[in-house]
């Protein structure tokens, strides 16, 4: 399974650069790492791989509140979770993420 994501700052309309972001797979009802990392300077983590069967619930934990404390701005969220449900370990996987400091949203990307 290949898995990536972008995160945009909508209120500046640029790549959020250098946001952390962990990538966890739900296992026996237990969360277990299968990744972690920070978007680029276009705001993008281009491509994780994991080997092996990966259908299943994955989440996305994105560190918000760090990434804009550190550009010096207050927000609402310390962390945005996304949980998804892979049912093709073949298919790409991409998950985009639009943030502002009182809101945000995703959806599955190409």
């Known amino acids: 399974m290949t898995l990536s994501t972008h995160v945009l700052d909508a209120t500046g309309g640029r790549p959020a650069r250098g946001l952390r972001v962990r990538w966890d797979t739900l296992r026996d009802g237990e969360w277990a790492a299968a990744g972690s990392g920070a978007t680029d300077a276009d705001g993008r983590i281009t491509e994780w791989t994991t080997s092996g069967t990966d259908v299943g619930v994955h989440r996305l934990v ?22 998804f449900d892979v049912v093709d370990a073949e298919e790409h996987h991409h998950v985009p993420l639009l943030l502002s400091p009182y809101s945000y949203t995703t959806y599955r990307g190409s």
């Open 62 to 83: 994105f560190g918000t509140g760090e990434w804009f404390r550190g550009e010096g701005r207050d927000s609402f969220y310390p962390e945005v979770v996304v949980i």
